[in-house]
């Protein structure tokens, strides 16, 4: 099982252009977790879906940020338009029994 | 609300010491209390969980819900034990975990 896999890696982009970050998780997994991690904030929850339905998205920061999960094996987090400030690594994790499973994240650079 | 501290940024330690990395949190329901960590270029995972009670890589770490914190420790760290670690909660009927900033231990030989 090769775990929570996210794409790309690393995503190096310019100020004011779009952003979409994918995350396929665990087959089997009912919950999906969108994190952030910056060195000033830690790691902060932006959204999370339960059977593919947003639950809870008080933790995107604004409207630029959203995110989709059509289908169990497949989601999304999209930043349009990106900032400078949203340079982070952007982690994806599914749920099984109270154990959350990460992603490799995705290194995200704004310039 | 929801609220885990994690006070210190970097704990630097040298091999065979006894490592305390420090979590309190603020949650005025029963709360369960993870820790996870992060080592160098792998992924975020579960180190261990209060209610299962158990030891693992020789952490272990005890729910204080009088002091409300939910320290991790080691009697005698390892280099190997060198990452990032995150103690997190989770509130009763919530499904979401509020995680620490993190403390980056350095295990030096």
């Known amino acids: 099982d090769a775990g929570v896999i996210q794409s790309p890696r690393h995503e190096v982009t310019e100020m004011g252009q779009e952003v979409t970050l994918r995350c396929k998780p665990i087959?089997?997994?009912?919950?999906l977790f969108w994190y952030r991690q910056t060195m000033m904030r830690g790691l902060e929850l932006l959204i999370y879906?339960?059977?593919?339905?947003?639950?809870?998205d008080s933790g995107m920061p604004e409207d630029r940020f959203s995110a989709k999960m059509p289908n169990a094996s497949f989601s999304t987090l999209k930043i349009q338009p990106s900032e400078p400030r949203d340079s982070a690594v952007y982690f994806c994790?599914?749920?099984?029994?109270?154990?959350?499973?990460f992603g490799p994240g995705t290194r995200l650079t704004v310039l | 609300a929801q609220r885990v501290t994690q006070p210190e940024k970097l704990l630097s330690v040298f091999k065979g010491a006894p490592v305390e990395l420090k979590c309190n949190y603020s949650?005025?329901?029963?709360?369960?209390l993870f820790w996870y960590v992060q080592y160098s270029r792998q992924r975020l995972q579960l180190l261990l969980r209060?209610?299962s009670r158990e030891s693992i890589k020789g952490f272990t770490a005890d729910l204080n819900k009088g002091e409300t914190s939910f320290h991790l420790k080691k009697p005698f760290a390892q280099e190997e034990d060198s990452a990032m670690y995150y103690c997190?909660?989770?509130?009763?009927?919530?499904?979401?975990?509020?995680f620490g900033t993190g403390t980056r231990l350095l295990v030096s030989p």
């Open positions: 994790a599914s749920r099984f029994s109270d154990t959350q499973y």
């Open positions: 087959s089997g997994h009912d919950y």
């Open positions: 879906f339960n059977n593919n339905v947003p639950i809870d």
């Open positions: 949650y005025s329901g029963s709360p369960e």
């Open positions: 997190a909660l989770k509130g009763t009927g919530f499904q979401k975990l509020v």
């Open positions: 209060h209610i």
